[in-house]
């Protein structure tokens, strides 16, 4: 597809596209309609019920239906696994809901894309203007365009009269782009470059003119975003993949011991019912039924609690994914700079200053080397701040301003030195002119006529032949040292424009260029969109928790260069977007690794360096507020959009939304992330101990029925008293170490290893002694308590037997008790934490006793759950089974601290 209609002349472009300045014909328009379609974005939804059915392919949701299938078929037989089936199936059904929702806004994006099209656009028709449906526009077509219209479909400009562009949507430019229909050089140029093209979505500021139709619906830049959006896949979160891999490890483990139990029961003789309900209730007792719905909380209340801090999550795996991003690719205007052009230098007298304050705050001090100086004192730095003031129409507020943003910004720089509206009159104003690339006018104050003159330093200086001293004294022009100054402020990437003014006679109505000649030359103002503050302390500190930040702008390679530094972001070597292209794939990865400023980027690059960091085994958050941006948003690992500058397109796109759009919310935002994954580890670190526990108990019942009669009765828990356990485990002493407060030095260490599996070293061991330090115990009370029942290997005593069973279930609470108490911290002794600190973890300890008391002294409780109320007297020996797990725990610990020392 033709892409460079900017690198040809207007003869040879309309000839190309067999089109005249009167436009198409009717009958023309109709065939080629019919060869290239409508202008529109025509994309096909997934259906509802495809996208609902996948829900059903994580394997965790598969072993859990086929389980739920069997304790059903196995309570319709006259077991009691109903309960187990209900909670089973209701966590299948929740996971499949969450995961249906969320995959419903991914598509969110191409649907905000086709919102941005023209609904309507005049075109010229056989020489004649008329109103057409947007959508029925071709090559070739005339459109006729003015202030306020909206471009609708890709132009190439043949008629300009003073057309601006905003193409801030499109390219993140926050200025609008002065448009020509002159051809223009090169090959590739990135849309920001090309200045005689108009792109569909974008509109005119101001202006008016003719432009011809190259491009429409999909093959516009617009359609190719929507194509990169709609192929864009970032894959399985590091989460997701370790979630992944980690259930499937647990699934076929369990299987393989179930399979194992059922098998040596039927070789012991044991009937084959027997047998099989032993390894399901094993089955079902070492699956975490809770699990998803555990880590969907967790993500959830970090979601929340980034929310407070102005980063709205609206996919669920970003909360966490931020704990693991090494690399953030940020914009610059707006979310590492204030978005708001400031002056931060003038040149005045033949002295330079410096100005403080940033935006629309007129609160600002101007600094001649150490001192702070008042204009009021300075004549000519006073002279200089009233040409800016007064050849200008900004407007400035209270909360803000209103203009063009260069005039914003010296209207602001002549507030900060008092300067007001209010007793000089305009008279008469030459506009700017792109071809004059000046603007004048002349105004009456204080009963003299004055022209002040404001433009670029290269055309100002050659019509000046005088200046003032700083004392105010008039001396001949320097115009060599006044342009060094202008390009002295050019190499720090300052915006720059000379000012000069002369005084006219009393009399003096008109202005015309031929008054702007021996003028006084009254200075230089030099302007940027200054880096935030905020931004620069928070890239320090990425620094220090080892996240590398990169700039990723359409800007000026100069600028990007010299906000970079400022920021602290290595600047030593700027790529742009054409040498990026002529990169392959091994050399863009190469680049990526040691380059951290990209400049003057088209949407296709931005997608290209988050693909080459991630290739390079980095977890990637990519930051972004324009259409343009969307695919490299999709890509990333997290995409990240601007809740207050960006467009639809890029919220819809993303994973995360900042809504105050500054830099240090994603740093506060990684600190949540990071803090997610610690409480992800805990919880893991809890829950599945506590269920290994729980299959010990049942496959130990099992292997030791054989020689122990006890066991063969009856197992040391029924199956609902473990899915009871389960449940109010995960509810009650699972979910409050999700609230445990933050560590202090998350920040300051690196990024997790995105490839370190859940199940490594640490994770066996926990699994390995956590679960027999629980299991044992309520082995021991069961068999203590409830050999006596037996006699000649027969039940002699049901109820007393039923009682061992109650106090082998309370045994086991305080097992879990004296666990979770420790399990606050992963490495950290519990005698080293504030035991008040985590009241949730108080609450949920105390409930638990509080409920299971229930099915202990209820009546209808207890034959629901098969316990019964027990002698008093054996209280103390079940309190004992806190212990065992506590010490275990704490062990652990201690040697684990021990190995990790030096040697």
């Known amino acids: 597809m033709e892409r460079n209609w900017y690198n040809r002349s207007t003869e040879e472009l309309l000839a190309q596209l067999r089109s005249g300045t009167a436009g198409l014909g009717e009958d023309e328009a109709a065939e080629r309609l019919a060869q290239y379609g409508l202008n529109e974005l025509e994309f096909r939804k997934t259906p509802a019920w495809m996208r609902l059915l996948r829900q059903f392919h994580d394997p965790m949701v598969i072993i859990l239906l086929a389980t739920a299938c069997v304790t059903g078929i196995l309570t319709a037989l006259g077991s009691h696994m109903l309960p187990d089936t209900i909670v089973i199936a209701s966590v299948v059904v929740l996971n499949a ?220 795996p970003a909360a966490e994914t931020l704990g693991a991003t090494s690399v953030i690719c940020s914009d610059k205007t707006g979310t590492l700079t204030e978005n708001r052009m400031t002056v931060t230098r003038v040149c005045a007298g033949g002295r330079t200053y410096e100005v403080s304050g940033t935006g629309y705050d007129i609160q600002g001090q101007f600094h001649y080397g150490q001192r702070t100086v008042s204009p009021r004192e300075q004549p000519a730095l006073l002279q200089l701040l009233n040409c800016g003031f007064y050849c200008n129409n900004a407007h400035i507020s209270g909360v803000g301003g209103t203009g063009d943003p260069t005039e914003l910004a010296l209207r602001i720089s002549g507030a900060k030195a008092e300067l007001v509206v209010d007793g000089v009159q305009r008279l008469v104003e030459i506009p700017f002119d792109s071809s004059a690339k000046y603007m004048a006018v002349l105004v009456e104050t204080g009963g003299k006529r004055l022209v002040l003159v404001k433009g670029a330093p290269e055309v100002l200086v050659p019509m000046c032949n005088t200046e003032h001293d700083a004392a105010g004294q008039l001396q001949p022009f320097n115009s060599s040292a006044a342009l060094a100054t202008a390009r002295l402020f050019a190499r720090d990437a300052l915006r720059t424009l000379g000012f000069a003014f002369r005084e006219l006679p009393a009399g003096h109505d008109g202005l015309c260029h031929e008054d702007l000649t021996e003028l006084c030359f009254a200075g230089l103002q030099g302007m940027i969109d200054p880096p935030k503050q905020s931004a620069i302390d928070a890239i320090s500190q990425c620094k220090q928790a080892g996240i590398r930040t990169v700039m990723i702008t359409g800007d000026h390679p100069d600028t990007a260069q010299a906000v970079a530094r400022q920021l602290g972001i ?198 390995v002694v956590m679960g027999l330090a629980i299991a044992l115990p309520g082995f021991l009370l069961y068999y203590h308590l409830g050999a006596p029942a037996m006699a000649g290997g027969e039940i002699v005593d049901e109820l007393l037997l039923t009682q061992a069973q109650t106090a082998a279930f309370w045994g086991i609470l305080l097992a879990h008790f004296g666990y979770v108490v420790s399990a606050r911290s992963i490495y950290s002794s519990a005698f080293t934490l504030n035991p008040f600190s985590n009241p949730w973890l108080l609450a949920g300890i105390t409930l638990s006793i509080a409920i299971r008391f229930i099915p202990t002294l209820v009546p209808e409780a207890a034959a629901l759950f098969r316990t019964a109320p027990f002698p008093v007297h054996w209280w103390p020996l079940i309190l004992l089974c806190f212990l065992p797990s506590f010490i275990a725990i704490e062990t652990d610990k201690a040697l684990h601290k021990w190995w990790a020392k030096p040697q």
């Open 570 to 767: 290595s600047a030593d070597t700027v790529m742009t977007g054409a040498q990026l292209s002529e990169l392959h794939e091994a050399g863009l990865r190469e680049v990526t690794e040691t380059v951290s400023v990209f400049a003057r980027v088209a949407p296709e690059h931005k997608q290209a360096i988050a693909q080459a960091l991630q290739a390079n085994g980095h977890v990637v958050a990519m930051t972004g507020d324009g259409v343009n941006d969307a695919p490299a948003l999709k890509v990333a690992d997290i995409g990240i959009a601007m809740g207050i500058s960006g467009t639809e397109v890029a919220k819809e796109a993303s994973d995360m939304v900042l809504a105050d759009d500054n830099f240090a919310t994603i740093v506060a935002a990684v600190e949540e992330g990071r803090h997610a994954w610690n409480n992800l580890q805990k919880a893991i670190l809890y829950t599945l101990p506590t269920n290994a526990a729980q299959a010990l108990l049942i496959m130990g019942a099992i292997l030791l029925a054989a020689f122990v009669p006890l066991f063969a009765t009856r197992f040391v828990l029924e199956p609902v008293q473990i899915l009871w356990i389960n449940l109010l485990d995960s509810v009650l002493l699972t979910m409050p170490l999700m609230m445990e407060p933050k560590e202090a030095d998350l920040l300051h260490n690196p990024p997790r290893e995105p490839r370190a599996r859940i199940i490594n070293a640490l994770f066996l061991q926990r699994v």
């Open 97 to 316: 809901v969450l995961g249906f929702v969320q995959e419903g806004k991914a598509e969110g994006a191409l649907d905000a894309l086709r919102n941005m099209m023209v609904q309507e656009c005049l075109v010229l028709r056989d020489g004649v203007q008329r109103r057409i449906p947007a959508r029925q526009l071709v090559p070739g077509d005339i459109v006729v365009l003015e202030g306020g219209d909206k471009i609708p479909a890709d132009v190439r400009f043949i008629e300009v009269s003073n057309i601006h562009v905003d193409e801030s949507s499109l390219t993140g430019e926050s200025v609008p782009v002065q448009k020509q229909t002159d051809t223009l050089e090169g090959h590739n140029l990135v849309p920001g470059d090309q200045r005689n093209m108009g792109f569909s979505g974008t509109f005119l500021s101001q202006g008016t003119g003719r432009a011809v139709v190259v491009e429409t619906g999909r093959n516009t830049v617009f359609g190719q975003i929507a194509d990169m959006v709609k192929a864009a896949d970032k894959g399985l979160t590091p989460l997701q993949r370790q979630m992944k891999k980690f259930v499937q490890t647990l699934i076929v483990a369990i299987l393989i011991v179930g399979a194992f139990n059922f098998g040596y029961g039927v070789y012991l003789g044991y009937n084959t019912a027997y047998s099989f309900l032993g390894a399901v209730s094993l089955v079902v007792a070492a699956i975490p039924e809770m699990l998803p719905a555990l880590v969907t909380s967790i993500l959830a209340l970090s979601g929340v609690v980034m929310a407070h801090r102005k980063a709205l999550i609206r996919k669920l």
